[in-house]
């Protein structure tokens, strides 16, 4: 699926609708760092007192974004988010079934595995008292 970090030890469907998810350690360290930039440029205009109505932060937004020499995107993309999750839903839903099953076929293995043991120390039992006689 690409997920490269998620809560807790095992992927859940929420986790495949996080973009986050799929980054890298790179990337995310420089997202964490752009969004912290971001957010002290707004607490900066909001401590000077500097009134700034919702539509203007469009336009404060892109100049940050040129000024750090990031891409500025365009448009929506070519797909959208809902696309987007029902693609990742379909693949998580993939990924379950395989799991799922995994996990049963590990569990009849123990059953298997316990057996197997019980059978080598019958064995070993049996070793030991033909040594001892």
Same mark, same amino acid.
């Given at each position: 699926?690409?997920?490269?970090?998620?809560?807790?030890?095992?992927?859940?469907?929420? /986790?495949?609708?996080?973009?986050?998810?799929?980054?890298?350690?790179?990337?995310?360290?420089?997202?964490?760092?752009?969004?912290?930039?971001?957010? /002290?440029?707004?607490?900066?205009? #909001? =401590?000077?007192?500097?009134?700034?109505?919702?539509?203007?932060?469009?336009?404060?937004?892109?100049?940050?974004?040129? #000024?750090?020499?990031?891409?500025?995107?365009?448009?929506?993309?070519?797909? #959208?988010?809902?696309?987007?999750?029902?693609?990742?839903?379909?693949?998580?839903?993939?990924?379950?079934?395989?799991?799922?099953?995994?996990?049963?076929?590990?569990?009849?293995?123990?059953?298997?595995?316990?057996?197997?043991?019980?059978?080598?120390?019958?064995?070993?039992?049996?070793?030991?008292?033909?040594? =001892?006689?």
């Amino acid at each position: 699926m690409g997920l490269t970090s998620w809560k807790g030890g095992r992927v859940r469907k929420g /986790d495949v609708s996080t973009a986050k998810n799929y980054l890298g350690d790179a990337e995310l360290s420089e997202l964490n760092l752009v969004v912290t930039m971001f957010l /002290d440029t707004a607490e900066l205009r #909001s =401590r000077r007192r500097q009134g700034i109505v919702l539509a203007e932060w469009e336009t404060i937004l892109d100049e940050f974004i040129r #000024s750090n020499e990031l891409p500025l995107l365009r448009g929506a993309g070519r797909v #959208s988010a809902d696309a987007a999750e029902k693609t990742a839903h379909r693949l998580y839903q993939a990924f379950e079934q395989r799991r799922i099953s995994e996990e049963k076929a590990a569990d009849q293995a123990v059953p298997e595995i316990e057996e197997l043991k019980r059978i080598i120390d019958a064995i070993e039992k049996t070793r030991g008292r033909r040594e =001892r006689s």
